[in-house]
């Protein structure tokens, strides 16, 4: 089974939101790298929401790492920039 691309700061979302936090001194390709209770962005649901969701094998100093297609509080979905980096 192919894994899921990694959530960095300012990846979409489904609601035509975006990532605005991100673990600080955790990057790929010079971005940093998205986790379970970072924010989001939602013109949707119009507010700031935390990723509620987080891969329970990839983690961070014991943050699990946001993956492609996992939620938010407000229910959007997570869309990765890229496609190489993948858990």
Do not use: W
Request: proline share 5%; charged share 20%; net charge positive.
């Amino acid at each position: 089974m192919l894994g899921k691309a990694i959530i960095r700061l300012n990846d979409a979302t489904d609601h035509g939101g975006k990532v605005i936090t991100a673990i600080d001194g955790y990057v790929y390709q010079r971005v940093p790298i998205a986790a379970k209770g970072d924010l989001v962005t939602c013109p949707k649901c119009k507010g700031v929401f935390p990723i509620v969701e987080g891969s329970g094998d990839l983690k961070h100093q014991g943050k699990p790492i946001a993956l492609e297609g996992m939620q938010t509080a407000c229910g959007a979905k997570l869309i990765a920039s890229q496609e190489t980096f993948l858990a």
